[in-house]
């Protein structure tokens, strides 16, 4: 997948899919409700951001194309690709162990700063989805 055209849209299985690293300048999208929450994306070539009420859920840098994005207390899963490598941060637990998965291989356990941030990078290429897993130890 190239980008999400609409910025941020909810997929037929509830989740959600959003950002477009094809975008030359800045683009957001505001006011998405999601499931009693509101969200908000900004991308473009260099940025993708994911806020949900006002809070931090996701950025990578360069700007990504994400799918199925579905999280909650321990687990947070989905399907970015992007034009090149990325590494993207996380809102997660603070200062908690996570097991990250890429492609379902096991890159190892993480921990989160005393903000909850976790950055993974992760090898992309046009036209190719990485699988990433992120799971409370």
Do not use: C, H, W
């Not at 940025?47 to 909650?72: C, H, R, W």
Request: no cysteine; net charge negative.
């Amino acid at each position: 997948m190239a980008a999400v055209k609409e910025l941020l849209k909810t997929e037929e299985d509830g989740t959600l899919s959003f950002g477009d690293y094809t975008l030359a300048s800045k683009t957001k999208l505001d006011g998405y409700e999601f499931q009693g929450d509101i969200y908000k994306v900004k991308t473009f070539a260099e940025i993708t951001k994911l806020e949900k009420n006002g809070m931090f859920v996701y950025e990578s840098v360069p700007g990504t194309a994400v799918e199925n994005f579905q999280a909650d207390e321990d687990k947070v899963s989905f399907q970015v690709s992007g034009m090149k490598d990325a590494q993207f941060t996380l809102e997660l637990g603070a200062d908690s162990e996570y097991e990250v998965y890429l492609d379902e291989a096991n890159v190892g356990v993480m921990k989160t700063n005393l903000s909850g941030k976790l950055s993974v990078s992760a090898e992309l290429e046009p036209n190719r989805r990485v699988a990433v897993k992120v799971v409370r130890k």
